[in-house]
DNA sequence: CATAATTATATTGTGCACAATATATATAAC
DNA sequence: GTTATATATATTGTGCACAATATAATTATG
């Protein structure tokens, strides 16, 4: 028997699947990165910059906070991280002092190689297809999309 | 061109298509929730509590844990705040004393009538079907589901 | 019933997220 | 050129997440 409370019944809602499974896929890669001693988050900012590195292109802070959604308040701390374990360089820019270009190192490239069998291991054995992944992929991508693109929630 | 590093282009990654519209979706919540004083953590237990409320059943801290796949660290001091607004109580079990009873206040529950309105806003605007929203969100339970059956990631 | 093992919550410490604000530099308007 | 505005990063403070550990109470074992 329906309640009319039913809309906020936890399994009904979007927001819970979508906040269990991000934490659930991040406690699995979790063990994984250890290995490379890399958080998730310092995961995401060095697959960036291996990407820039490989495309010969530089990246400033606010390219990473663009790419990743994510602002200063937590990049420059997690950053000094990465520099101060040598994994990136954190280098002002000469002509125009507010911008500071972060680079990985020798150091952190090194890891790269070590990091390309994690995204291979993460689903193995879970008995999720590639097709079901990838499905899954571009539908979140294009929900992020209209999120993004859609201005705010109304209702006032 | 494909390069050998294509595995690790950050829009290949469900990983971080997950991780992007998980804090899309909080964000969109943001200010919505800000209307009824609650971050969306809080949100969340308040829901668990509304739903138990209504079926007349009781919380335990541990309830609340497996629900929500949450530990103590994160929900004692949540919690705390919460009961420190009046908004649940906190009450240590007489017969097991290591059990502590959580249950929605009379203000809490006040809540529940304004937090209706917030699931319809949240999507308006968007685009987005309820059709879609619903495979989406069925498509996740799955995944999680499959994740926290499915055991540790392999490739040791 | 004494002791070991288990269970339930709390505490501490680290690292995100994000709002709000600060600081410094650069560009635009006059 | 001086002032106003915008841009780029940093800082501060709050609130999660989660690992590791602690504490206390319960149950199981001998």
Redesign the interface.
Known sequence: MA???D????????????????????A??R??LKEIGLT?PQY?VM??L??AD?DGKTVRVSDLGK???LDSGTLTPLLKRLADRDLVTRQRDTADERVVTISSTEKGNAL?RQ???I??????????SEQR?VA??????S??S???T??????R
């Open positions: 309640t009319e409370d809309v906020l019944a936890l399994d009904n809602q979007l927001c819970f699947a979508l906040y269990a499974a991000n934490r659930a896929v991040t699995r890669y063990p994984l998730y995401l697959l960036v291996w990407q490989q790419r990743l959604r790269r990091a390309r069998e995204p291979g291991r993460l689903l193995c054995g879970t008995g999720i992944r899954l992929r571009d539908e979140l991508r929900v992020l209209l999120l993004e859609r201005g705010e929630p109304s209702g």
